[in-house]
């Protein structure tokens, strides 16, 4: 049965982006660095070529979110991506959460679907995945589906920078304890842990 699974790069006081967060600067001051580990040495922008860099655990860890069945995302992710091009891997289906339709520029893509409903999207999203997992795109919709009882696990990069400031990833979830299960810890290079838990019900 397929299953709902964040993958989230996070600092180690819980950003996923930096300051100054905005459409022109999707990760906010400094938030590239997150990300560091499964695009090394992408400054110049060539990210295909730095994922042929990746290696060992982290190498891994890229290749799992890459062989999900489905994507469901927030507008905040997708819009500010480009939509990925309309296809985030493998022409896999995209279903992006919005009140709104999709845009003039996206509305020709066949893999993205704009849904106003996220236990539809998500009940969508895993019809479509078969036996594969569903990658959850966004902090919001991340917080969202975890309240809602629709996140199943959570893979968080932990990333060994302290931010201060910008957006955390648990901000919204209000005041009930959710209980984890811890399922892995790999260490991979470049500091980065990676944490991966299953949502107890």
Known sequence: MSSTVLYMSMSLDGFIAGPNE?????LGDGGDRLHEW???????????????????????????????????????????????GGDHHDGVPIFILSRNSAPAWAAGWPAVHYVSDLEAAVRDAKHAAGDKSVLVHG???AQRALTSGLL?????????????????????????????????V????????????????
């Open 139 to 141: 902090g919001s919709i």
């Open 152 to 184: 199943d696990e959570l893979e968080i990069h932990l990333v060994p920078v302290l931010f201060g400031d910008g957006r955390r990833l648990f901000e919204h979830l209000g005041i009930e304890q959710r209980q984890l299960e811890r399922i892995r």
């Open 38 to 84: 499964a695009f090394p040495g992408a400054e110049g922008g060539d990210f295909d070529a730095a994922v042929e860099r990746l290696r060992g655990v982290n190498r891994q860890i890229y290749d799992e979110m890459m062989s999900t069945g489905a994507v469901v995302a927030g507008r905040g992710t997708f819009e500010p991506a480009g939509g990925w």
């Open 186 to 201: 790999l260490e991979g290079d470049g500091g980065v842990t990676h944490l991966h838990y299953r949502v107890l019900r």
């Open 22 to 26: 905005g459409p022109d600067n999707g």
